[in-house]
């Protein structure tokens, strides 16, 4: 339900609440965030949850979920299939390349998909082409 204006000044006047973030508060929060999941590669575990993130950076759940939708225009789910999807392009375009063969699932397992639909549905939304296809163009 949205809240209506007299609703919003009453919470924004509460003793003890935080001002809202600066834009730069967000791009700063966003840099670690990223940063964060791209080296720790916790992504490939596909439960990972915004809790767990918000705890290993100790930030609150709100401020990661804040910056992360106000700053990025996406929720958390959105960001986690983004970099997934680009793990697995990465592991693709390896395996293109490589004589040892890899299933289309265990790479989509790797990249912390749970699933082969997931993975599929996820992957083309974000490149408009399949793992396969995708797979193909990149072959030597």
Known sequence: MARNNKT???????????PPMTREEMAAHCKRIVHYLKTEKRYTQP?????ELSHELGMSTRTV??????YMGQD???LIARIRV??????LRKASKSAKKISLEEIGAKSGFNSRSSF?????KYTGMTPG????????
């Not at 296809?133 to 030597?140: F, G, S, T, V």
């Open 47 to 51: 439960t990972y949850s915004l809790w």
């Open 8 to 18: 919003q000044n009453a919470l924004e006047r509460q003793p003890g609440a935080r």
């Open 133 to 140: 296809k995708y797979m193909i163009l990149h072959e030597d």
């Open 76 to 78: 958390f789910f959105n």
């Open 86 to 91: 680009e793990e697995s392009k990465r592991l």
């Open 65 to 70: 979920s804040t910056a992360i939708n106000a």
């Open 120 to 124: 599929f549905y996820c992957f083309k």
